[in-house]
């Protein structure tokens, strides 16, 4: 579940992606862990201050330390803003803090620090972060460090990805249907987990405005694979004004049916024929000829027009014209 | 400025937003309409502009800016507009003496280690001016395009760093905005501009991404626009925040509408 990822203690990934943000959760497990009585360390260096701080009340910002990576995280501007030693001594810097209360770290964002640091060196610090707790030797097994991570998957290998999977001991990956977050959780630590949870499981959720989070039950099944919701879900076939298909009575019937263009040596038989009509009426343009009636040609030689051949101005085309009995 | 786009990102120029960062995209199509509409747009909304042109000349926005409604001359010669013309300053960079300035300075250097110079010409050029002078709105950077520094060999993370101290400077301090366009190659072995197109939708509050239609050319639409607020002020359903349009370019306007609903197709 959820609300209980920050139970086990240690790394806790949160891989997003451009189109299902991770930070609004981050902030909702921020917040449940300030809630709580912890001291929360935010390493920030993809948003500014007062923009992460924003959604939280006083209570909730009181128990934050924000740590400005963001404002000059290379120190390009020399005004003496920038964190002593980069983002590195940052890191290091929250691994000897020392708090008297149980702390939750979030770092925003493990891909910054992935993508300005080597992947060795990340990871070496990320451990040693995220073990204080049996480092020191002193704390008690309820104030463990919970370590926050937010990760955006599309900017790394598969490499490095490997690396900090390994290092955590749960990971939640956000993606959605319809417009509706869900976060796959994967417990890589099975025998830390609590007992009743399963290795891994889906959970619907979405952050309210305060960021509290909501546990959903998912959208309805037979809209899951449609991505688009402005598809409608209704059968198109259900007001059609025709039959779609037909009986067996009603195959044969149309398979025993000569259509009107289909030739066939009874047609060309002529009167004799009762499928040949009697009276035939045509309009013609004066310069069309015989040729390309075919089937006409063939009822017409009979009669007195039997004159009439290819190449030559049709009878009817004539002036004063009068239609034949055939 | 086109104002049915205005209407479907719910903006004018009295009322624009501060403190965003707005990325546009284009994949298979030419997504520079998107460009010219915002240069117009924060023109019309009297903000100063810092214009990093690298893709055309001045004459040629100019005159696509009057077509708009908007003189990037006259902008210029009254302080609004800072344009800095990439394709004469690629130029200029290599007659004049090592040790002095520019922006662009990363184009002399074998190994092009960051693009610190660009970054102190953009707070230069937006930084909060003396009393005496006219009084802009809001600051806003507007860079065509962000690709282009790739193809001059500069690397993902050093653009992304560019792009993050502008972010800090006219975004965060100064309140202003900053609008940038990256293409998409659409080629997975294109790492690099992968990892900026992504890490730009990571910063990015609003993308805009115009796509060519997936059965090719075609008279009538041009284009599809894709919209995602990816960070609005409060979380709010998902639902509303990706919409998908149909484009037709024309003379001076481009019109918008559902898929699928083009008028002359109706």
């Known amino acids: 579940m959820l609300e209980s990822l920050l139970a086990p203690g240690g790394l806790v990934l949160l891989r997003d992606s451009v189109e299902w943000e991770g930070r609004s959760l981050l902030k909702a497990l921020i917040k449940k862990s300030a809630l709580c009585g912890e001291q929360v360390h935010i390493l920030g260096c993809e948003v500014s201050e007062e923009e992460f701080r924003e959604g939280f009340d006083s209570n909730i910002n009181s128990r ?7 404002r000059d995280p290379l120190n390009w501007s020399k005004t ?5 030693g980069g983002p590195l001594e940052a890191l290091r810097a929250l691994c000897r803090r020392t708090d008297p209360v149980p702390v939750t770290i979030a770092l925003d964002s493990l891909s910054w620090l992935l993508l300005h640091l080597p992947c060795t060196t990340l990871c070496q610090t990320l451990h040693a972060l995220s073990r204080q707790d049996s480092c020191h030797g002193d704390s008690s097994p309820g104030e463990q460090v919970h370590v926050l991570g937010l990760l955006h998957e599309e900017l790394h290998g598969p490499g490095p990805l490997g690396a900090l999977s390994s290092l955590a001991q749960t990971e939640v990956t956000l993606s959605g249907v319809m417009g509706q977050a869900s976060a796959h959780i994967l417990y890589r630590r099975p025998q830390q987990r609590p007992t009743h949870q399963l290795p891994c499981e889906t959970q619907w959720f979405s952050i309210l405005p305060d960021f509290s989070l909501e546990l959903q039950g998912g959208p309805p099944l037979e809209s899951q694979p449609n991505p688009d919701p402005r598809t409608p879900s209704t059968d198109p076939t259900t007001h059609l004004t025709f039959n779609l298909h037909l009986s067996k009575k009603e195959r044969e019937a149309k398979d025993s049916l000569t259509l009107p263009f289909q030739f066939s040596s009874e047609k060309a038989l002529g009167p004799s024929s009762t499928d040949v009509p009697k009276v035939i009426w045509a309009w013609v343009e004066p310069d069309q000829t015989l040729e390309k009636w075919p089937c006409l040609q063939a009822a017409v030689l ?3 027009e039997a004159r009439w051949t290819a190449g030559s101005t049709a009878p009817w085309a004539e002036p004063g014209y009068q239609p034949h009995f055939l | 400025m086109f104002p ?13 937003e501060q403190g965003k960062l707005t990325l546009l995209c284009d994949a298979k199509t030419d997504g520079s309409f998107l460009v010219h509409h915002f240069l117009s747009f924060y023109l019309k909304a009297n903000c100063k502009v810092c214009f990093v042109a690298l893709i055309q000349s001045f004459s040629h926005y100019n005159i696509v800016g009057q077509k708009l409604g908007v003189s990037l001359t006259t902008a210029r010669e009254c302080g609004q507009l800072v344009f800095l013309e990439g394709l004469k300053s690629a130029v200029d960079i290599f007659f004049r003496p ?4 520019h922006p662009l300075q990363f184009l002399r250097e074998a190994n092009s280690g960051n693009l610190q110079p660009l970054y102190e010409f953009v707070q230069e050029a937006l930084k909060p001016m003396d009393s005496g002078e006219a009084a802009w709105r809001c600051p806003v950077l507007l860079v065509d395009d962000l690709s282009v520094l790739l193809s001059l060999g500069v690397g993902a993370v050093a653009v992304l760093d560019f792009v993050h101290y502008c972010r800090a400077t006219v975004c965060r301090e100064q309140k202003g905005n900053v609008v940038a366009l990256v293409h998409d190659s659409g080629d997975a072995e294109d790492e690099e501009n992968d990892i900026l197109l992504n890490g730009l939708g990571h910063q990015s509050h609003l993308i805009l991404r115009a796509e060519g239609l997936a059965t090719g050319f075609c008279k009538d639409v041009h284009g599809q626009l894709r919209i995602l607020w990816r960070r609005p002020s409060q979380p709010t359903a998902q639902r509303d925040r990706s919409l998908t349009y149909q484009y037709k370019i024309q003379d001076k306007n481009v019109s918008f509408f559902a898929k699928g609903m083009s008028p002359a197709v109706l």
């Open chain 1, 80 to 84: 003496g803003e920038a964190l002593p």
């Open chain 1, 64 to 70: 934050l330390v924000y740590h400005d990576l963001f």
């Open chain 2, 98 to 101: 090592q040790e002095d300035p």
């Open chain 2, 4 to 16: 049915e786009l205005n209407n479907l990102l719910n903006t004018t120029p009295d009322q624009a």
């Open chain 1, 302 to 304: 009979r009669g007195q």
